[in-house]
Structure formats: C-alpha cells, structure tokens
C-alpha cells in the first residue's frame, strides 16, 4: 500500500495520517521529520538541508527528492508507506514516480475542505496577551468574550491567523496542487474525502476507501 495524503491547512491532515498509518500498520513519511533525522544525523544531506533551512530558503526540488529516494529504499518501506509534504508539484511527482518504477502510487487521498469553513477554522485562534493561553472561537471559547479565562486580560489574533493571511495561504495550496490531483487523477487513484466532518466520520471514510482497495 503506497499511499500519498493531501489537503490544505486546517483539513486535518496529521491527525488522519497518524490513525491511516496505526491501521495499515505502514510509515508515515514526511518530509519536515525526515529532514530533521537527516540533519540530526549530520550526513551530506543534512548539512545542505540546514543550510537552506537556517537563510530561509526554499528546499530545492532535487535535494528534497534524494531525501525521499533514500528514505524509501530502507526496508521498513516494503509493507508500504503513506507520503505527507511530498509531493506537492507536478515534478515532484514524476521524481517520484521514476524512484518507484512503473506502479507508482496506489491511493492518493484528498481530503477537501471547503474554503469558507476553512477560513472560520484557522482564523478563529486568539491569544491571551499577558499569558499566552490559546483559545478557538469555534471549539475552545474563553467564558467571557475577548478576555482569557487565566488572568484576565485581554485576547488577540495573531498576525499568521488574519482573514488576509489565511486566504492567501489557501490560495497557494490550492494553485499548486490542483495540476498535481489532476496528474494523478488520471490514474484514477485519487479518492475525495470530506474533511467537513468529525475527525472519526473523516476516519472512518477514509477507512471505507482503503478497504475498498485493498
Ligand atoms: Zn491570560
């Protein structure tokens, strides 16, 4: 089972990937935690990945795809894996399709959000300004409006989670992996899952289409 999980922030995304891979029994491949094993190793990799890292670089294409390359011919990946962060882009996926020969991927799941309940979900973030407590319009209220539950004082919205932000921050994801869901789609291996849902509804669909393959 080689598998490839896709959705835009705030879909849920980790949390899906951690119960796909307990209920496959597979790995979770992605690249952020291969990177830092790479660079806690120090090998040739590592110090070039830091190196970006550490000025703020994007991770070039063919460095990111030898991280792949080398990480997938461990024998840990034989019973199958599921990718995180990688692909994104359309020749990333043919990188990748050229590591694994001729079968390729077997499932890519797409979990889709639509973009105003996304918005309300990562724009609903506050921060208490005196002790730095999280609350969640949505799902984690403080008891009286616009003041933190601990100390009193008052709550406010981070920079990263403005309407402005997010909206472009979607905008980017959505640019960039539609070419890459119409490549694999293609195949026919692309399964739409709805993200607007429970995390254990979106699970259990997601268990639906596994099944269905398998
Ligand atoms: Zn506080």
Known sequence: MRMLIMGPPGAGKGTQAAQITSFCGILHISTGDMFRAEIKESTELGKKLKSYLDSGQLVPDEVTVKVIEKRLQKPDCEKGFLLDGFPRTVPQAEALDGILGKDGLDLIINISVDSAALLE??????????????????????????????????????SDDTRETVSNRLEVYQNQTAPLLDYYAQRGIVRDINGEQSIDDVFQEIKKVIRGIV
């Open 121 to 158: 979900r990562l724009t609903g973030r506050r921060v208490c300004k005196q002790c730095g407590k999280t609350y969640h319009l949505l799902y984690q209220p403080p008891q009286d409006e616009g003041v933190c539950d601990n100390c009193g004082d008052e709550l406010y919205q981070r």
